[in-house]
Nanobody
């Protein structure tokens, strides 16, 4: 079974940092793109960053560019999201998701982050940024 386990959320002051982890199992890691999504109260879920596990293709949503960094550890079957200079508007439940990308990693990254119907989802982790 595909399993995605997100962790690393917490409460942090504005300007602070957090590192989210997504542990993946149950599928061939290199064949997939994995991404981070967030949903704030009253808002739709949005894809903020995705990565192709085979070729490292990445996507960042404009509001997180320059502040967040996604990385993939193929040896550990894990994807990380380093979040720096956090802002109160980053407060949300953060989810990781995975979708098959095959050899078309860059396309798979975009398909996942823009909303793939075939994605697998993990549980969320709460990130709260205080002002």
């Amino acid at each position: 079974d595909v399993q995605l386990q997100a962790s690393g959320g917490g409460l942090v002051q504005a300007g602070g940092s957090l590192r989210l982890s997504c542990a993946a199992s149950g599928f061939t890691f290199d064949d997939y793109a994995i991404g981070w999504f967030r949903q704030a109260p009253g808002k739709e879920r949005e894809g903020i960053s995705c990565i192709g596990n085979s070729d490292g293709s990445t996507y960042y949503e404009d509001s997180v560019k320059g502040r967040f960094t996604i990385s993939s550890d193929n040896a550990r079957n894990a994807v990380y999201l380093q979040m720096n200079n956090l802002k109160p508007e980053d407060t949300a439940v953060y989810y990781c998701a995975a979708d098959w990308a095959g050899t078309a990693q860059a396309m798979g990254v975009l398909r996942l982050c823009y909303g793939s119907d075939s994605a697998y989802w993990g549980q969320g982790t709460q990130v709260t940024v205080s002002s």
